[in-house]
């Protein structure tokens, strides 16, 4: 049981922020609470956009995952499934969701986060892990992957125009960390905004989502 909680945590979440993984202690504990996600905000409105954001995220990325939120400035993702026939399940904090819908433009960024979280889900079932996580077990690569995908996400969202990329590459940008001894160090933030909006170029030149997995995949490898 020990065991399963350390792969559990270790090699199969993902977590938005870094802060969080940074203390493992508290990221298990975060996984165990999340088992008590909730699927109502409180607000409505809001779970009514998010939801349709959701729907059009797990179309463009061709993945099925469950959503559950809970209460947590951050936001995580795992192949485990919570809720039966779906692949995958990510978590959203409604804390950070509320805190990023302040800011003008704030739902490209919701849009864009909760897109790197189910990029997540994406890269455990296509196996990116294997590919791109270091032997240091560092996670740097797969976040910022995560972040191309992000942006190719945005750039195929339909009705945004340029400021949209711009407005996601500046809440990744206040997002990134330097925390480069760290395992779970997410990447710089210049780095961060840097995937998104090459990402994003990708969607803007007519890419499919494979050819962005790829694009994606050749971008963080050559950091
Ligand atoms: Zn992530």
């Known amino acids: 049981m020990t065991c399963n909680r350390r792969v559990f945590g270790t090699l199969l979440i993902s977590s938005f922020l870094s802060a969080v993984s940074n203390q493992s202690a508290t990221a298990f504990s975060a996984r165990d609470d999340a088992r008590q996600g909730f699927s109502r905000s409180g607000d409505d409105a809001l779970d009514q956009a998010f939801i349709a954001e959701l729907k059009r995220i797990v179309s463009v990325l061709n993945i099925n995952p469950g959503f559950q939120y809970i209460d947590e400035m951050n936001s995580y993702s795992t192949i ?20 990023l819908m302040m800011e003008p433009d704030g739902g490209i960024a919701v849009a864009g986060i909760a897109a790197h979280e189910c990029a997540h889900v994406l890269q455990y079932v296509i196996d990116i892990p294997s590919k791109l996580r270091t032997t240091s077990g560092s996670v740097t690569l797969l976040e910022l992957h995560a972040d191309f995908l ?23 940008y206040k997002f990134g960390d330097y925390d480069f001894k760290s395992p779970a160090h997410h990447g710089t933030p210049a780095k961060r905004s840097a995937a998104a909006e090459k990402g ?9 989502l494979q050819d962005a997995i790829e694009a994606g995949m050749k971008y963080v490898k050559e950091l």
């Open 150 to 172: 992000a942006g190719y996400y945005i750039g195929r969202r339909n009705g945004d125009g340029s400021s949209s990329i711009i407005r996601l590459s500046s809440a990744l």
């Open 80 to 99: 485990e499934v919570y809720i039966p026939g779906t692949k995958g399940t990510v978590f959203f904090g409604v804390p950070l969701i509320k805190m």
């Open 200 to 208: 994003y170029a990708v969607a803007q030149n007519g890419g499919k």
